[in-house]
């Protein structure tokens, strides 16, 4: 490493951090050969990672590869300084039970198998397992009235728990890309490209995490 990457590194409040991402397709970087924004900010920022990410999984708790599920696989000793998870489309695409944000704070009381729910289980859980900081992501802007619905369940959920909202989905200046760019960063509606994870993804996470993990 050289000494201009040493001194950028060290002056970097996400050097050394360890962050946790839990999601599905948009977090492994299905359409750029498993390379997401998550691994361009492990390169850029110093900060070690977890990627916790398969493509077609949900929030809702209803199958073995579930994000819940995978989610209790994780190492519960290790240290976590920021967990961050994906608002995942697949629940939007497979029309799964919105549901609504529960009255308590307790777990056992959280229907997983429902969008508002799971989201409510994996704060919970992350927050009694690592003891960290607990951020929810976005995808940006596309044509779903049903993940629409999930982003305004997820703001409710978040003023409820306080916890950290990365939100492309109504971030404007975010979403004002030409037809040029969209066409090179985005693969399809909802994947981005490589291209569109190093240019348009990275810069803006490595802009909005340092707050998230404060």
């Given at each position: 490493m050289t000494d201009l990457k040493r001194s950028m590194r060290s002056d970097n409040p996400l050097n050394g951090k360890h962050i946790v991402f839990l999601g599905s397709s948009v977090t492994y970087g299905a359409?750029?050969?498993?390379?997401?924004?998550?691994?361009?900010?492990?390169?850029?920022?110093?900060?070690?990672?977890?990627?916790?990410?398969?493509?077609?999984?949900?929030?809702?708790?209803?199958?073995?590869?579930?994000?819940?599920?995978?989610?209790?696989?994780?190492n519960p000793e290790m240290k976590v300084d920021l967990f961050v998870c994906q608002l995942s489309t697949n629940d939007a695409t497979q029309m799964k039970e919105l549901g609504e944000a529960c009255c308590t704070y307790d777990m056992k009381d959280f229907n997983t198998k429902t969008v508002a729910g799971a989201i409510e289980y994996i704060i919970a859980y992350a927050r009694?397992?690592?003891?960290?900081?607990?951020?929810?992501?976005?995808?940006?802007?596309?044509?779903s009235a049903q993940y629409a619905a999930m982003v305004g369940l997820l703001q409710t959920i978040r003023r409820k728990w306080d916890i950290a909202l990365i939100d492309l989905w109504n971030d404007s200046v975010f979403n004002d890309i030409t037809a040029g760019q969209r066409s090179r960063y985005m693969a399809d509606p909802i994947h981005p490209t490589r291209e569109g994870y190093l240019e348009w993804w990275t810069p803006y996470f490595k802009r909005v995490i340092v707050p998230a993990i404060s």
């Open positions: 359409a750029s050969n498993g390379v997401s924004f998550v691994d361009f900010l492990a390169e850029k920022m110093g900060c070690r990672v977890t990627k916790e990410a398969v493509s077609g999984t949900t929030l809702v708790d209803d199958a073995p590869d579930s994000y819940i599920c995978r989610m209790k696989k994780l009694k397992t690592w003891n960290c900081p607990v951020a929810f992501y976005t995808s940006p802007r596309y044509d």
